[in-house]
């Protein structure tokens, strides 16, 4: 069975440093891809960036970016210069495990409630 | 714009109510899902649905019953609601495919059963 581990529920990080959230995944599917959603305090998730499981190269979205480590089974979410606006929760997610006619759920992890400090 | 609107932003019932929780996409996507989140928990997947009329369990579906008779409408049933239920619910879409393919969440139904 799939499953998601974020092993930070809280972080407090200076503005205008790097933030590295942790997260490692288990799964015996070697086709799986990994998803970084934030939510902000007003509760809309908002997608971040995406890691296929055969991507050759890391994955980087704006300020985001994903450090992709496939033996050690990591998928961690580096923010660089963290803004003030950067506070949220952020949910580290897997697709592969509930799939049916071209759908594919996501087993989320239990997330890391990041708080910029100014 | 995208955007997935769900009936009620707040909801109070009763233990042993019929409730039911309304999702509308309007994006022509072939995917919906929903989601109940809990402090320390994440979300977790209920159902979801490919297709008009299709359906799939998720982790969690016992207590729950989904319903889709048109593309864009996806409604979560909670047939005889239990505290136990009390949750933020959130419905997403998707398009078909697997691969980098995004949901996109509602704002979230915080349904309290007294």
């Known amino acids: 069975a799939q499953k998601i581990t974020q092993t930070q529920p809280g972080m407090f990080v200076q503005e205008k440093e790097a933030v590295t959230l942790d997260c490692t995944y288990d799964t015996s599917d070697p086709s799986y891809g990994l998803f970084w959603y934030k939510q902000p305090s007003s509760g809309e998730m908002i997608f971040l960036i995406y890691?296929?499981?055969?991507?050759?190269q890391n994955a980087t979205e704006g300020r985001y970016s994903l450090n992709f480590q496939k033996a050690r089974k990591s998928a961690n979410l580096v923010i660089s210069a963290s803004q003030l606006g950067d506070s949220a929760m952020y949910f580290c997610?897997?697709?592969?495990?509930?799939?049916?006619?071209?759908?594919?759920?996501?087993?989320f992890g239990k997330g890391t409630h990041l708080i910029i400090q100014p | 714009d995208v955007k997935v609107t769900q009936s009620s932003r707040y909801l109070v019932k009763r233990t042993g109510e019929k409730v039911f929780l309304e999702c509308v996409q309007d994006m022509d996507h072939e995917n919906m899902f929903w989601y109940r989140q809990d402090p320390g928990l994440g979300l977790r997947l209920i159902y979801f649905?490919?297709?008009?009329?299709?359906?799939e369990k998720g982790d969690i579906p016992e207590g729950y019953s989904v319903s889709r008779e048109k593309k864009e409408r996806f409604s979560l049933i909670l047939e005889s609601a239990s505290t136990n239920q009390t949750s933020m619910y959130l419905c997403?879409?998707?398009?078909?495919?697997?691969?980098?393919?995004?949901?996109?969440f509602g704002p979230g139904t915080r349904l309290t059963v007294t």
């Open positions: 997403a879409s998707s398009l078909a495919g697997t691969g980098a393919i995004e949901q996109y």
């Open positions: 997610a897997m697709r592969g495990r509930f799939s049916g006619g071209g759908a594919d759920g996501l087993t």
């Open positions: 890691q296929g499981s055969y991507d050759q």
């Open positions: 649905s490919y297709d008009v009329k299709m359906k």
